[in-house]
């Protein structure tokens, strides 16, 4: 790795993260606050020889934003006898669009008819399956940039067009989804620990209704049923601590569109204040991994 633990490190609880932002200070102080060792890592910066060594930390909190970084932090580390939360498993699975369909799929939790074009032309085939208005997404990718609606075949086919003058495979495939006619909100859950933390509307405008794209957050009570639905999708994708995204149609129906394993949660407790600390009940999950 990138240097030799002290001895007394292997007693810390690791967080990965190349960047510093408000949820990770709010970690931190949460983790300072209660008196809970801790050592900021930056993944950018580590290394693993093949050759299994003592593990450096006990536990790892992984908030590294770069998915590929991530998941092989998460697998390095985990060889190397350290429990990291999220595993490398759930990091992969909700790091990919089409992994996620597939895991909630096989659990049985309502999600937007889906389809995964493996081209340009056989997505424009999918999409006549799926219907219009669609979407299309990038299959890899968080805060809904590239995130393009589709109103009818003549947009999906310049979509396509450009997608497929892209570099790089992945760029040639087609995540596609059918629009879910909703009000102009959807909802996140927070789960951490198989317990729901809170859930709040995210309004914005048309699609995109991301925080950190401009929407607003606002208190939303947990109903069993967005408890049930929440509590399954993080199960489903193997995560302790997910960030479920559910929207509701005009029928009031509840649909999981997507588990995010690194939660960015200021906007969520921004709206619902005092009521909750998501960095405490996240150490708390910690602490209580840690026990022997």
């Not at 960030?243 to 690194?262: A, M, Q, S, T």
Request: glycine share 10%; proline share 7%; net charge neutral.
């Amino acid at each position: 790795m990138s240097a030799t633990p002290e001895p007394s490190a292997a007693r810390r609880v690791a967080v990965l993260a190349g960047r510093v932002g408000a949820d990770e200070k709010r970690l931190f102080d949460a983790f300072e606050r209660r008196n809970v060792p801790y050592e900021q890592v930056d993944p950018r910066r580590l290394w693993f020889p093949s050759r299994r060594e003592g593990p450096p930390w006990r536990l790892a909190l992984n908030r590294e934003i770069g998915q590929v970084r991530a998941v092989y932090a998460a697998r390095s580390l985990a060889a190397a006898g350290v429990d990291v939360v999220n595993s490398a498993g759930a990091t992969e699975v909700c790091g990919d669009k089409w992994l996620t369909t597939l895991a909630l799929e096989a659990a049985g939790v309502p999600t937007p008819r889906t389809a995964l074009g493996l081209t340009p032309q056989a997505a424009l085939d999918a999409l006549d399956a799926v219907g219009y208005p669609a979407v299309i997404k990038p299959l890899v990718g968080s805060w809904g940039r590239l995130v393009v609606e589709l109103p009818d075949r003549a947009a999906a086919e310049g979509v396509l067009q450009y997608a497929g003058a892209l570099p790089g495979p992945q760029s040639h495939l087609g995540y596609v989804q059918e629009r879910i006619d909703k009000p102009d909100r959807d909802i996140r859950v927070i789960v951490v620990g198989g317990q729901v933390v809170g859930a709040v509307y995210r309004v914005g405008e048309a699609l995109r209704t991301n925080v950190a794209l401009g929407g607003r957050a606002l208190p939303c009570p947990v109903t069993p049923e967005i408890e049930k639905l929440s509590l399954a999708s993080a199960a489903a994708v193997g995560a302790d601590i997910a960030g479920v995204d559910l929207v509701e149609d005009r029928d009031g129906r509840l649909f999981v569109l997507e588990v995010n394993h690194r939660v960015e949660f200021s906007g969520f407790q921004a709206a619902l204040g005092d009521r909750v600390s998501v960095a405490d009940r996240v150490l708390d999950h910690l602490l209580e991994r840690g026990r022997p």
